[in-house]
């Protein structure tokens, strides 16, 4: 079906919809996007919840690129397309006349792996769509990551749509060295107007651009006054900005109702302070000089409070270390204060924006020459005819939400990701901004397919940042107009909470919700020896109390709460900071036992570390106040031998079994790769050595878990 363009009528459009949560189906999409358009199809790409089901006819070819988030569940921007999908009164045929294909992304870790994308798919041909390709999957345990399948899968794609879509006589793909220029771009806003810009014009204007100068006062410690209590951990309370108006609010986390009390409740809350040094960054770019400590970096950058979705606001209380200061590992647990109508679950997330150092962001600068419009306000505009920022062919910069009568340097700051590892399309954007011929033909070697070794040893083995690679090349000037497209947006980082049950208050600041988080800040030296940290981990390291900051509070895996309720026996399996999720529901169950002591169930927590001197997460804890948990610990590198959570699983085989016999829930939280996998084995075990008769046949003791699965009651939670 033609559709009219600018009163023209194009048969050649491709519609390319994503549903992402982190934004890798994003980057995704847009490389198909590019694709597409080098056949010369008129592109849109977008969110999948942007468009409607009776538009996907209008279009040539459809491609949906779709990830898969926590238990098989479809990300938040793809689920009301689904559910529209899914209505019964569509008639089998209804999309008989949409060509589509898919590409899924998941981590093969997960029992559901790419499962948003298969149940999409076959939905799809039961409406009567057209398969017009297969469907590709990626999976994020590959060797080359996404790349391992996405790129030979997109290649064949382009040669396939080409044969089913020839071009006109005389008409050729727009070739590989042939710049496409971006659809947007930025332009200075004159200083003498105040017309707002359609940047602002897309931005909530409800928010603050920074916290009000507070005076914080001294007080006596937390234990001093309750000096067993979790809480006597926390070392500082800092009031809320007063000058804060009242944000948006999610819905699923704070009633919109209360926002509105949002100032005046803060009036009410009494604050204490205690000063707590400040936290010591690692510096991305500068190297350390061996036998001196990290400098402090001085210079962080000002905190303001960006119109981030469903954004809430938030204080740091407390940035406090809990590993050994001699210990490699740096584990911090972060306290923030909110609005006390907030609500939260265990098992939901916190997201953190993280900001670039402003001499990172000076460095850019001075490297593209973009110092004299640096400072200047500036404003999205389109490229050619109106058309092309419509909705019916672009979306205004995916993800990226700015402040307020944003400047460059703001952007960079703030919503742009300068010290990410490039992608291959980075490559190709900026081989276009080279006059250097040398240079010109490394960089596109490094966007090609075929030079994937090269790519690999010069980008993803030694984690060189997109500022190295400026650095590496001079010769690159990218235009300052480009800026929001040469460089990917700053994604929220997303953590487990760690607290729950009596942890959500503080006996010092009764009026606020207090959330904990448990995180570990990744520093790592590449086999360049230089040393790595992650943009995020830089960032929390950095943080001083009192930075008050807007979060995102998202529903995590943990989504039947009647699952962990008290009557329920639980196994909880968690190394490392996957202990946070699993904390956070210790202490929400017992909050809910001691309401009906005698219906509480058995809880048996399985720990494991590198060594019990070090990374014993909240050990005081345990021996305090759950005393009627069952902790069974793996610390590795305690004797000569390794031990591991699944070890210790198969060890007290017998009691697992007898807890799974009464209908327990099992939750499996921590990093992705093989621990997931090595603990689904060991659960398998225990069902095949202590099992009734039925479970000994491991075919069936597999499908056993799969059907917990299936009914919520395997739950796994990684990262």
Partial sequence: ???????????????????????????????????????????????????????????????????????????????????SLLRKRLPPGCLGHVNFTTFGLGDSSYAQFNWAARKLHKRLEQLGANEIYPRGEA????????????????????????????????????????????????????????????????????????????????????????????????????????????????????????????????????????????????????????????????????????????????????????????????????????????????????????????????????????????????????????????????SMAHGLYPSPRTTLRQLLTDNLDITAIPKRSFFDFISHQTDDPIHKERLSEFSNPAYTDEFFDYATRPRRSILEVLQDFPSVKIPWKWATCAFPVIRGRQYSISSGGDLKRSSHTPNVLQVQLLVAIVKYRTVLKKIRQGLCSRYIASLPAGTVMNVGLKDGSFEDTTKYQPNYPVILIGPGTGLAPLRSLIWERAAMGMIDETQRAKTILFYGGRNREADYFYQEEWNTWFRDVTIHTAFSRDQKEKVYVQDIIRREGQAVWEQLQKNAVVYVCGSSGNMPKAVRGAIIDVMVKHGTAPFRDRATAEAAVTDMTRRGHYVQETW
């Avoid at 994003?26 to 999948?48: S, T």
């Avoid at 949906?64 to 990300?75: D, K, N, R």
């Avoid at 923030?336 to 993280?354: A, Q, S, W």
């Fill in 1 to 83: 079906m033609a559709e009219a363009i600018q009163g023209q009528r194009h048969d050649r459009n491709a519609l390319v919809l994503y549903g992402s949560e982190t934004g890798n189906s994003q980057d995704v999409a847009e490389q198909l996007g590019r694709i597409a358009e080098r056949l010369h199809f008129a592109v849109r790409v977008c969110e999948m919840d942007q468009v409607e089901i009776k538009l996907l006819p209008k279009h040539k070819v459809v491609i949906f690129v779709l990830s898969t988030t926590g238990q098989g569940e479809f990300p938040k921007n793809a689920r009301k397309l689904w559910k």
């Fill in 139 to 394: 999976d994020e345990q590959h060797a080359e990551g996404i790349d391992g399948t996405f790129l030979s899968w997109s290649i064949d794609l382009g040669k396939h749509l080409l044969s089913l879509y020839p071009l006109p006589e005389g008409q050729t793909p727009i070739p590989p060295d042939v710049f496409l220029p971006p659809k947007l771009f930025l332009e200075l806003v004159k200083e003498n107007t105040d017309e707002p810009s359609a940047l602002e014009a897309t931005s909530p204007s409800s928010v603050t651009n920074s916290p009000s100068d507070a005076t914080f006062t001294t007080t006596r410690p937390f234990s001093q006054t309750s000096p067993d209590h979790p809480e006597a951990r926390a070392t500082t309370s800092v009031p809320f900005s007063a000058s804060a108006q009242p944000l948006p609010t999610n819905g699923s986390h704070t009633d919109s109702a209360l926002a509105s009390k949002h100032i005046r409740d803060q009036a009410e809350m009494d604050y204490t302070s205690l000063i707590q040094p400040e936290p010591r960054p690692c510096p991305q770019i500068k190297e350390n000089i061996p036998g001196e400590a990290d400098p402090v970096d001085r210079t962080r950058a000002k905190a303001r409070l960006l119109p981030w979705p469903d954004a809430v606001e938030a204080r740091l209380v407390s940035n406090r270390r809990i590993t050994p200061e001699d210990h490699w590992q740096d584990v911090r647990e972060l306290t923030f204060h909110m609005h006390k109508d907030t609500r939260y679950c265990p098992g939901d997330v916190l997201t953190l924006y993280p900001q670039n150092f402003p001499e990172d962001v000076q460095a850019l600068i001075d490297l593209m020459g973009w110092n004299k419009v640096a400072d200047s306000r500036v404003a999205f505009q389109a490229t050619g005819p109106k058309f092309y920022a419509a909705e019916n062919l672009i």
